[in-house]
């Protein structure tokens, strides 16, 4: 058994004591749960998201900048008392609501009450620079209620002392392996992290809130409520929860500096470190890594993925339930009150690492110029609190010219992959370190 695999069957078997408190989920599909969903809130029919797979189809989605219609964006501001370091906390707090309430979803305010238990145990590993251990926080409800679980396993470098912690959202794959994607092997992200003198943190984000809908109210959104309000969280929000909760309490711990955690995640994870970096300013940086529609992708940029998709019945579990009405008629994407540079713009001024990979070698689905623009469109809220402005022009493949930016841009030279701009990502944390 390889080294992820056996981090992955411990973490499964730790986690299966709380996980059995659970209630167990009613034998429904993905489409239940949809439609439940559509009917209780009167969105009626959505239109079908973009084909991926078939050029030919009459839904094919659009790979060609030449296709690309003009689009307007909601402004970043609207006052000029807005538009300066005093204004912006309130504005900010405005889009962060109106993030929350089409996009992300809010937070039922029960969670407040929810208390963590702690279990941390030593995990054997083979001799070398770190040591591990498992970590898993039960979560338990006001009324006795328990059953998700925060999980991560945590490498500390040997003899650490306030180190800097990366929290890397993990893929928990059937099997405990991931597939074979082809192409050049990762580097192993445990030693790489060790290298740098990082404590390194493989977050499960899965067996908080799983990724699909059909357990939905088995996970802590089913335990802070269910069914859903019109505007509650999504798994994307769920997951950044459990992300600031396992901050807090890497934080308590002396091996680590608790003003240099930050977040890593790749594609849907992606989408989550950045609400997760969005609405939790004490992660101290966040590398967003394709993470495309739903991420820092502009959504009325018609490229690659739609609204549509991430609103259909294998992805709406993402967001809040309202974020289908943007995929229902009459209302369409140009109706949406915010877009991608809305949610990215909440970070600021706080350090963030965008990054994506070639278009031809794979990442063309989550549009990399898409979420370029994104970033761009959302950098006057960097420049009210003195950063300085980047060149607008998209860089070339491989450029680090924005890295020394607090709002940061990278492509790398692999298709849909994170792990070629991990060193690049730790530059720019440790450029902005301050304490």
């Not at 040997?158 to 800097?164: D, G, S, T, V």
């Amino acid at each position: 058994m390889d080294r992820t695999a056996r981090r992955t069957l411990s973490a499964l078997v730790a986690a299966l004591a709380c996980l059995l408190a659970a209630p167990l989920a009613a034998q429904v599909s993905n489409e239940d749960v949809h439609a439940a969903e559509r009917a209780r809130y009167g969105y009626g029919a959505l239109r079908q998201g973009a084909n991926g797979n078939d050029p030919d189809a009459p839904n094919a989605a659009n790979t060609s900048e030449a296709r690309v219609v003009p689009y307007t964006l909601p402004p970043l501001f609207e006052t000029a008392q807005q538009q300066t370091p005093e204004g912006w906390p309130v504005r900010r707090a405005e889009l962060a609501a109106m993030v929350a309430d089409v996009w992300v979803g809010r937070i039922p305010a029960v969670v407040e009450s929810f208390r963590i238990e702690w279990d941390k145990l030593p995990v054997e590993v083979p001799p070398g620079d770190y040591v591990q251990e498992h970590w898993t926080g039960c979560i338990i409800a006001p009324d006795g209620r328990s059953g998700p679980v925060v999980d991560a396993l945590v490498s500390f470098p040997r003899k650490a002392r306030e180190a800097p912690a990366v929290i890397s959202y993990t893929y928990v794959w059937p099997g405990g392996s991931p597939p074979n994607f082809g192409g050049t092997p990762p580097p192993d992200p445990v030693a790489q992290a060790i290298a740098r003198g990082w404590v390194h943190v493989e977050y499960h984000p899965q067996l908080l809130q799983a990724d699909n809908a059909v357990e939905m109210e088995a996970g802590v959104i089913g335990l802070a409520r269910w069914p859903r309000m019109e505007h509650d969280w999504g798994a994307l929000r769920a997951w950044g929860w459990g992300a600031s909760k396992l901050r807090e309490e890497l934080a308590a711990d002396p091996r680590v500096s608790a003003n240099r955690i930050t977040l890593t995640g790749h594609s849907r994870f992606g989408k989550g470190v950045l609400v997760a970096a969005a609405y939790d300013h004490a992660f101290h940086d966040a590398h967003v890594s394709s993470s495309g529609a739903g991420g820092s992708k502009i959504m009325r940029r018609d490229f690659g993925e739609r609204w549509e998709n991430l609103t259909s019945s294998g992805l709406f579990h993402w967001f809040t339930p309202a974020a289908m009405r943007f995929a229902a008629d009459p209302l369409t994407i140009a109706d949406l009150p915010v877009d991608a540079h809305s949610l990215i713009a909440l970070r600021a001024p706080r350090p963030l690492f965008i990054t994506s990979g070639l278009a031809e070698k794979g990442d063309s689905w989550v549009d990399p110029r898409g979420m370029w623009v994104g970033m761009m469109a959302a950098q006057p809220a960097w420049e009210l609190f003195g950063a300085a402005t980047p060149p607008f022009a998209m860089p070339v493949p491989l450029s680090t010219e924005q890295a020394i930016y607090p709002l940061a841009w990278y492509q790398h030279g692999e298709g849909h992959v994170p792990w070629p701009a991990y060193e690049a990502f730790y530059d720019h944390a440790e450029r902005f370190f301050t304490d």
